[in-house]
């Protein structure tokens, strides 16, 4: 039975300056953990029994980075299975995209995580080492721009 898990791909705008195009003013929520390779990643965890994945996906959100869904808009028409193993099992995570209401609210982490920062894609993709993370970065910020 493969390992499901869920997370929200959490992104601000920034006020752009006049001469900036819309997508410089965009920057992703990366957690680094404090466990492993302290890898970084979108806050994401396992679902609970009963559990539906949306639910798991707001929960994760508000225990590793102190977010309420109520701060958060989740976006319309994007989700992202990633399918990969995990110590010679296979996982599942599921990703929605959800937008901060308010660009200027506290991340409070938990012990789970040691870090956060907030990225512009490049920065985000550097510092998220899996390519299959790195492409769905780079499919959300292209799939962020073309709403504009």
Not at 75 to 96: C, M, N
Request: aromatic share 10%; hydrophobic share 35%.
């Amino acid at each position: 039975m493969a390992v499901r898990a869920c997370g929200l791909i959490i992104y601000r705008r920034l006020q752009p300056a006049p001469s900036s195009k819309v997508s410089d003013s965009i920057e992703y929520l990366l957690l680094q953990t404090s466990y492993g390779t302290h890898h970084w990643t979108p806050p994401k965890g396992h679902v609970d029994p009963g559990e539906e994945d949306l639910q798991t996906a707001f929960r994760e959100t508000q225990e590793e980075a102190g977010l309420q869904a109520s701060q958060l808009t989740l976006i319309e028409g994007y989700k992202k299975e990633l399918h990969y193993p995990v110590h010679g099992k296979p996982k599942t995570v599921v990703y929605w995209l959800a937008e901060m209401k308010d660009c200027n609210t506290e991340i409070k982490l938990s012990e789970e995580h040691q870090a956060f920062q907030w990225l512009k894609l490049e920065d985000a993709c550097k510092f998220a080492e899996y390519e299959d993370m790195q492409a769905m970065l780079k499919e959300v910020h292209q799939f962020l721009c073309s709403r504009e």
